[in-house]
């Protein structure tokens, strides 16, 4: 089972269910948002910078910095702290602005 | 832009320059725009004859400035939407081709050969090599430093100091007076206001532009690409509102949707019924850009004169006052020649082109 805090807050979730990221299955919870399941797994990074490629996650995990972008369900430059968790969603790495098949 | 190009010419003509802004390096119309440097939208004329010479002078400082500058020779295509308008297009392009404006006409069919997500359907085009873009505000930056003219900035003019004939002496600052035997009022859309202040008049109007922008993106607008209606909305003396799409990519990656034109006064109220309109003309030329987010938008006010020229040269009252500004949109990519005539003036030398049509004393005293 995924790290989270529910037991220091006595937290009694719903039962839990399963998303992908990049194709490996990530459990989460009902209410947790998209950054907060990866977390929970242990991934940290889930978009790499449009210059030179670094790995980025969640760093102000309430919306504002937009760090913690990423693809799901196909739609880049989702807030993954922001994005609650559903059944099935597909998290997929996002490389730089996620929009590379537009370039020409 | 301008009053950095000032700077440079002078500096390089063996004037001791010091450049006075009230606000930060490009903290007016210079950071405000989308930095154009356009031959393709002014008919043939001392603009244009202008513009042609900017060209090739900014090519020579974009191989002396640092690369940060993000200058890009891309070339500009300007798309009509009739039929009708681009027999108007087509008439336009061989009037600039005798002025010495590369054209090329683009049918309807190789339209997507030049830029791939162009909508469907559309008549033609011409190409234009001569337009480029720089990122303004690095420009203007790059080049006030290359200058090495001492920059004052967060410095306003409260006064134009002059002698017992009515010659220029200098100006004055809050932190004191500055002595010069020549000032150059390159305030853009203020420089009415600073001319005033030393006695002169200059009829310089703001004339209000959004630039809508979008999330960062991959190339997906090649050239600086444009409705064919954009030189009628330019070229127009109407208060009133007009847009007309302008789309152009960026090296950072955000696509710049302009252009509106409306003459309120300083207002910098967000409009949204210009950004609507930005944003409606912008997916009518590129549909793919319905599908990205605009992230946010700008405004600012080009200094519109109502001749459409800028004033550039010597104030024919006050002496040892020489006038750069009024260039309405187009200030970025006139800069280097404005520039350049400035400084020949200054040191007594020969104007490269004919500056009559710009002559600053042209408009009378209201």
Redesign the interface.
């Known amino acids: 089972m995924a790290r989270t805090p529910a037991d220091l807050v006595g937290a009694d979730p719903g039962p839990p269910f399963e998303i992908t990221f990049d194709g490996r299955t990530v459990t989460a919870l009902p209410g947790q948002s998209v950054a907060a399941a990866l977390w929970g797994a242990g991934i940290l990074a889930w978009r790499t910078t449009?210059d030179g490629g670094r790995p980025r996650g969640a760093f102000c995990g309430i919306g504002q910095c937009y760090d913690c972008l990423a693809t799901v369900n196909g739609q880049p430059?989702k807030r993954a702290c922001l994005v609650p968790a559903r059944p099935g969603d597909a998290v997929t790495t996002q490389e730089?602005?996620g929009?590379?098949p537009?370039?020409? | 832009m301008v009053g950095a190009a000032c700077a440079y010419y002078a500096a390089r003509s063996g004037l001791t320059v010091t450049v006075v802004d009230r606000g930060p390096v490009a903290g007016g119309t210079t950071g405000a725009g989308e930095g154009n440097l356009l031959v393709s939208d002014k008919e043939p004329g001392p603009e244009l004859d202008l513009a042609l010479l900017s060209t090739g002078l900014w090519r020579t400082l974009a191989e002396d400035l640092p690369q940060h500058t993000e200058y890009e020779p891309k070339g500009g295509l300007v798309v009509a939407s009739t039929g009708p308008g681009l027999d108007a297009l087509r008439d336009f392009a061989a009037a600039q081709a005798t002025a010495g404006v590369t054209a090329r006409e683009i049918p309807a069919d190789r339209l997507h050969d030049l830029e791939p997500h162009l909508a469907p359907g559309l008549p033609g085009g011409v190409h234009y090599p001569q337009d480029a873009q720089v990122q303004p505000a690095l420009a203007a930056a790059h080049l006030l430093r290359a200058s090495r003219a001492e920059v004052r900035t967060g410095e306003e003019v409260t006064a134009v100091l002059t002698g017992p004939g009515g010659e220029v002496r200098g100006v004055r600052t809050p932190s004191g007076t500055l002595h010069a035997p020549c000032v150059v009022n390159a305030a853009g859309t203020w420089g009415g206001e600073l001319a005033r202040l030393a006695g002169a008049y200059l009829p310089v109007l703001p004339r209000r532009g959004f630039v809508l922008v979008t999330e960062p993106l991959p190339r997906v607008v090649r050239h600086k690409v444009y409705a064919a209606d954009y030189v009628a909305d330019v070229a127009s003396a109407s208060a009133a509102l007009q847009t007309s799409a302008v789309v152009e990519g960026t090296p950072a990656g955000p696509v710049l949707i302009g252009a509106s034109r409306e003459r309120v006064g300083f207002d910098r109220t967000l409009s949204v019924e210009v950004l609507r309109r930005l944003a409606a003309q912008a997916t009518a030329l590129f549909p793919v850009l319905a599908r990205v987010r605009a992230l946010r938008t700008y405004a600012g006010f080009r200094p519109y004169m109502p001749d459409h020229l800028p004033a550039i040269g010597a104030d024919p009252r006050v002496p040892g006052l020489l006038h750069a500004c009024g260039h309405e949109g187009a200030g970025i990519g006139l800069a280097p020649a404005t520039g350049l005539i400035i400084a020949r003036l200054l040191t007594g030398g020969e104007p490269p082109l004919d500056v009559t049509p710009f002559r600053p004393g042209r408009f009378a005293a209201a």
């Open positions: 449009r430059n730089g602005h929009h590379a537009l370039g020409v």
